[in-house]
């Protein structure tokens, strides 16, 4: 960089305005995150209810799902076993 170009960087910096806080700007951003955090508080109690809700509600086990897994295990079992009796009859000719 040559010594003109730092003086015109210079002189361009010297010449921008200098920021400063904007009280109405700063209350609005206020504003909108308490009403982010308002919303945020109140989702969160109306889960906390029903989350307590269900918590008080009687969870009764299923009776279908161990039949559901054990009628899949048979069924693969016998697959499996007929795939090794392919194979056997198969590798014996």
Request: aromatic share 2%; hydrophobic share 45%.
């Given at each position: 960089?040559?010594?003109?170009?730092?003086?015109v960087s210079i002189?361009?910096l010297?010449r921008l305005a200098?920021?400063?806080?904007?009280?109405?700007?700063?209350?609005r951003?206020?504003?909108r995150?308490?009403?982010?955090?308002?919303r945020?508080?109140a989702?969160?109690a109306?889960?906390a209810?029903r989350t307590?809700?269900v918590?008080?509600?009687?969870?009764v086990?299923s009776?279908?799902s161990p039949?559901a897994i054990?009628?899949?295990?048979?069924?693969?079992a016998?697959?499996v076993?007929?795939?090794?009796v392919t194979?056997?009859?198969?590798?014996?000719r």
């Amino acid at each position: 960089m040559t010594p003109d170009a730092a003086d015109v960087s210079i002189g361009e910096l010297q010449r921008l305005a200098v920021l400063e806080p904007d009280a109405a700007r700063a209350a609005r951003t206020r504003a909108r995150c308490q009403a982010a955090l308002a919303r945020q508080r109140a989702g969160h109690a109306g889960r906390a209810a029903r989350t307590a809700a269900v918590e008080r509600t009687e969870a009764v086990a299923s009776r279908q799902s161990p039949v559901a897994i054990g009628g899949c295990c048979l069924l693969c079992a016998a697959y499996v076993g007929e795939l090794v009796v392919t194979v056997v009859r198969l590798l014996s000719r």
